[in-house]
């Protein structure tokens, strides 16, 4: 008898695990479209955010291309550009970015570069960091992120691209610093990227739709 309630048991909790799994991966499937929806939403509100209106004439949305920089950009996973033209010459240049070194998992930006290697605007698409702190990357928690307006980036004053704690130029937040730290640090890599791509950068063929 002893041995039969064991084995029902085992049953039962191997069931239960089968069922725990299953919903989980149901809740993952329903759950990924809706967030990759709404980090679409924010890129195309970003996008609007970081180059005026007069500064180009295409459909910013329809250049997207994918590029893969694990050392600059992030990671490996493929990070959307977008191209901002004007007459049919290249102005500006819209990369994505993310960071894994902030305080609560990946930071994800989209970085506006213009032709002349000059930032036009940095919006943060997602994230996860400690609301009250983290989150001051927000534009509508402060106007923290449009201290990289007009910045640009010289080799020889790589120091300058950090917390003022650490010697740079840049505020940190009251009680936190190690976000406004990762976001500093990727958008530094950003802006070299560009500088190293960006002949490339401006003459490639939208991709995104491909399968």
Not at 166 to 191: C, E, M, Q, Y
Request: glycine content about 8%.
């Amino acid at each position: 008898m002893m041995g039969l309630s064991i084995s029902r048991n085992a049953m039962l909790l191997g069931l239960f695990a089968v069922i725990c799994t299953g919903a989980i991966a149901v809740i993952n499937l329903v759950t990924k479209p809706l967030i990759l929806k709404q980090e679409q939403i924010a890129l195309q509100n970003n996008i609007n955010e970081l180059i005026t209106i007069d500064r180009y004439d295409n459909n910013i949305i329809d250049t997207c291309f994918l590029v893969v920089d694990e050392n600059l950009l992030g990671n490996n996973t493929p990070k959307q550009v977008y191209v901002a033209t004007k007459n049919d010459q290249p102005v500006a240049a819209l990369i994505q970015t993310s960071t894994l070194k902030g305080y609560s998992g990946e930071i994800k930006l989209l970085v506006g570069i213009d032709s002349h290697g000059e930032i036009t605007g940095v919006r943060v698409n997602s994230h996860t960091e400690t609301p009250g702190l983290g989150d001051k990357i927000q534009t509508n928690k402060s106007d923290w992120i449009l201290s990289f307006d007009g910045k640009t980036y010289q080799a020889e004053q790589d120091k300058i691209w950090d917390v003022k704690k650490d010697g740079g130029n840049f505020d940190a937040f009251t009680g936190a610093t190690i976000t406004p730290r990762a976001v500093i640090h990727s958008v530094k890599d950003a802006l070299i990227y560009f500088q190293k791509n960006k002949q490339q950068l401006f003459s490639t063929q939208p991709n995104c739709g491909e399968q």
